[in-house]
């Protein structure tokens, strides 16, 4: 997440863009993907290569599922999970937020 592209060369910066990780699922030893980026940095593709690099990274470690939960009204981040592979497997409604996506992801 700190590679840059700069003409015909990528150089490494100290920049931080913002966070992607694995988190307790609640859902036993299966982890859940989390993401979130600073304004400034998004629309670039950074949080799909920082999720692909931790979906590489949580196969490679023996997990076979991750999940990630998402508001339905959150499109952009709707759409880096598909990009991600994730499919919806449960819905819930809450009163004050809207609709909760509960998504997984084979590995
Ligand atoms: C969600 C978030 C991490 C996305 O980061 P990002 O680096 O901009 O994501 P990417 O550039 O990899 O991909 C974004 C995709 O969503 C699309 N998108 C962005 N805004 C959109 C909108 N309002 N409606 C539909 N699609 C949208 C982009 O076009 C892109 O898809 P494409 O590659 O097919 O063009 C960032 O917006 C963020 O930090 N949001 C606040 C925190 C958050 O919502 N975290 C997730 C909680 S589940």
Redesign the pocket.
């Known amino acids: 997440m700190v590679d840059r592209v700069a003409g015909d060369r990528t150089t490494a910066t100290e920049d931080v863009?913002?966070y992607?990780g694995l988190v307790d699922s609640g859902r036993g030893t299966d982890p859940e993907l989390?993401?979130?980026?600073?304004?400034r940095?998004?629309?670039?593709?950074?949080?799909?290569?920082?999720?692909r690099a931790v979906l590489d990274w949580a196969r490679s470690s023996g997990y076979r599922r991750v999940w990630?939960?998402?508001?339905e009204w959150?499109?952009?981040?709707?759409?880096?999970?598909?990009?991600l592979g994730f499919t919806e497997v449960e819905r819930s409604e809450d009163a004050t937020y809207g609709t909760n996506l509960v998504t997984m992801r084979q590995l």
């Open positions: 863009l913002g992607c989390a993401f979130e980026l600073l304004r940095f998004w629309g670039q593709g950074y949080a799909t290569e920082a999720g990630a939960t998402v508001w959150n499109s952009a981040s709707r759409r880096v999970l598909d990009k």
